[in-house]
């Protein structure tokens, strides 16, 4: 692990990781496409009859998508659901992305204000319909926002498979090495952290750095 400090920060303890699966494939990106082009209809029908009204107008899709996946319907009717809540949350009024997120670069991402970077390894709803909404917009250099080829891309099926805190992800692992620039620092606070994932022993390597005197400037 580099930088053993990580398992000090708030964006360690707490914080959850959410891996997902993806189907990407043409008839995705028609289910996609089909619900962003009638959204205004979507979000006004209840959550049975939108799902209802999305499988019917999109039975040949559906076909495909079921053809390569035949247990898939339980599953996707979650995925339309979550789509249809979306589009009511973020996408309801004309001309206005309500989804936090950062467009740039051909890209979607959400800014991580805490670390102050542009995280792009993101997927749900919120990010694939932002696609489509930045798609329809123009840059100032006159080219779309979103090309046409990200926008397929970014246009897939995806469903959660979990949450598991980022704090217990070291305990899946039978050995850690760690590394620290500040090691003769840590607290004992920090030094029983690192002995409760496991860390029995240390070493201090000299720095290869050359030491320089500081000098004051102040006259």
Not at 116 to 136: K, Q, R
């Amino acid at each position: 692990i580099d930088e053993v400090d990580v398992f000090f920060g708030p964006d360690f303890y707490g914080q959850l990781f959410s891996p997902a699966r993806t189907i990407k494939s043409s008839d995705a990106t028609h289910l996609c496409r089909f619900m962003w082009e009638n959204r205004s209809e979507i979000i006004e029908k209840s959550q049975d009859e939108a799902v209802d009204w999305i499988l019917e107008g999109c039975s040949e899709s559906v076909h495909g998508l079921l053809k390569e996946y035949p247990r898939l319907m339980p599953l996707l009717k979650i995925f339309l659901i979550e789509c249809q809540i979306s589009l009511r949350a973020n996408f309801r009024v004309n001309g206005v992305c309500g989804c936090d997120v950062v467009c740039q670069d051909d890209r979607i991402g959400y800014l991580d204000r805490r670390i102050g970077s542009v995280n792009y390894a993101i997927v749900g709803p919120n990010y694939m319909f932002a696609h489509y909404f930045y798609h329809e917009k123009v840059a100032a250099s006159g080219s779309l926002k979103i090309s046409e080829k990200s926008l397929c891309e970014n246009s897939y099926i995806s469903f959660t498979c979990g949450h598991v805190l980022y704090s217990e992800l070291p305990n899946f692992f039978r050995l850690i090495h760690g590394v620290s620039g500040t090691l003769s620092g840590f607290s004992e606070g920090e030094k029983q952290i690192l002995m409760n994932y496991g860390f029995t022993r240390s070493s201090f390597i000299p720095s290869t750095f050359e030491k320089k005197t500081l000098e004051d400037d102040s006259d």
